[in-house]
């Protein structure tokens, strides 16, 4: 029984999440025939099965990739499985969270045991663990850069496909309270440690391009990292990191250019010399990104999160819910918010991420990043949008040039 609807009005927020789906998927299909579902599901289902790493208990990016899990790609895998596959979903959420950080990050990059004493890993772009060297803050092999938080959007996706076929919700109600641990500190590390210094708006700041989801190849990062080697905050690691990459680096298809490679390595090196302590990376990194994306998912997991106490409260054991009770003012202090609101330009009709190299000393000065990218629409996804500007983001989207569907046609926008 669900006395209070909490079941039902979860369930709705199922459909929220396809908005990424379609933005990831819709991008790359350019075949104007008709779509046929069961045969996409049916492929995608055996995509999954060859890209499962049964000793890592996750989802490799690709059959036959390197052993390193790309958060995103591993939490997307667990939300896919969530409904065919709930103890593999389970397996997979686990595997992530087990790498948490002593101050609670959730990695971007988790990597096998056998690499981690590699510097380099073969057709991998980003650094090995060696390269990050975060012996102290995790022990496992991660790398130095926050996930995107998925983790309570995916966690309560879980719950609710284990919900449908469990009526005496037991493992569903275990799961959400063995997870809200991992969950709460990761939401506390994103709205202390990388919150924004001019207020409270929440707002959360990323420190380098590999935290975002737009590709290492896309311009808007080559123009940041021009920006911040030309503030002068990387000349103590620019040389070095300049030369330090092997040639292959250069022949893989995501390879950015030596310039650009040549200053995200710098600037890798600049954050792990602080030993990952926040403040002093906005001291003395010259990388400080407000992001549309990151930021909207953020908002909309805070709300998912609030959702997460909430079950535990009703449903959960005497014991849990009083643990959780210290924690539920600030849950939904973070729920309560709408911080990309801040990131609407009206000039521009649309949502731009805000970027600052922090060279000025005092609270970072940041500055519209003026180029339009599918990753803005993110923003929708966030929710909580006045009418104007979801109408002005879907016209958007809708509009911008060419022929496009979403029923497997064309996408219209860039990515």
């Known amino acids: 029984t669900d006395p209070h609807g909490l079941h039902s009005r979860m369930v709705s927020r199922r459909l929220g999440f396809r908005l990424l789906a379609l933005i990831a998927t819709t991008a790359t299909v350019t075949t104007s ?3 046929e579902y069961r045969t996409l599901v049916a492929h995608a289902n055996k995509v999954l099965g060859a ?16 052993r390193v899990l790309d958060t995103t790609t591993s939490l997307l895998a667990a939300y896919a499985n969530a409904k065919q596959q709930p103890d593999r979903a389970r397996t997979e959420f686990m595997s992530l969270t087990g790498a948490q950080w002593s101050n609670g990050m959730l990695p971007r990059h988790i990597y096998a045991p056998s690499l981690a004493a590699s510097l380099w890993i073969e057709d991998e772009l980003i650094p090995g663990p060696l390269a990050w060297n975060v012996t102290g803050v995790s022990a496992a092999a991660t790398s130095g850069l926050a996930a995107l938080p998925l983790f309570s959007i995916v966690a309560e996706r879980i719950y609710d496909e284990t919900y449908d076929s469990s009526p005496h919700t037991a493992d569903a109600v275990s799961f959400a309270e063995s997870v809200f641990d991992s969950l709460y500190k990761y939401h506390d590390y994103l709205h202390t440690e990388r919150a924004a210094s001019d207020g409270g708006d929440g707002l959360v700041i ?7 989801e737009l590709p290492t190849t896309s311009p808007v990062f080559a123009e940041l990292m021009r920006e911040a080697r030309a503030s002068g905050g990387l000349a103590n690691w620019t040389a070095a990191a300049d030369d330090s990459f092997p040639p292959q680096q250069a022949a893989l298809a995501d390879f950015p250019g030596n310039a650009t490679f040549g200053s995200e390595l710098a600037l890798a090196q600049c954050i792990r010399a602080q030993r990952y302590d926040s403040a002093k990376i906005e001291r003395h990194c010259p990388f400080l990104l407000q992001d549309v994306q990151f930021n909207s998912v953020l908002q909309a997991a805070d709300q998912a999160l609030w959702r997460i106490v909430k079950l535990i409260e009703n449903f959960g054991s ?3 819910a009083q643990a959780t009770q210290s924690r539920i003012k600030n849950v939904k202090g973070w729920a309560a918010k709408k911080p990309v609101l801040g990131l609407w330009s009206q000039a521009r009709q649309t949502y731009l991420s805000e970027f600052g190299t922090g060279e000025n000393g005092g609270a ?8 339009e ?11 909580s949008l006045p009418g104007s500007q979801r109408d002005a983001l879907t016209f958007s989207m809708m509009s911008s040039g060419g022929s496009g569907s979403f029923q497997c046609g064309a996408y219209p926008l860039p990515a």
Not at 364 to 371: A, C, G, I
């Open 33 to 35: 025939a008709p779509c």
């Open 51 to 66: 890209n499962w790493d049964a000793e890592l208990g996750a989802t490799l990016t690709s059959h036959g990739a390197p």
């Open 206 to 212: 990323l420190y380098h391009p590999w935290e975002t």
């Open 318 to 320: 005497a014991s849990k």
């Open 364 to 371: 970072p000065k940041l500055s519209p990043v003026d180029v």
């Open 373 to 383: 990218v599918v990753s803005n629409l993110a923003a929708l996804y966030g929710g």
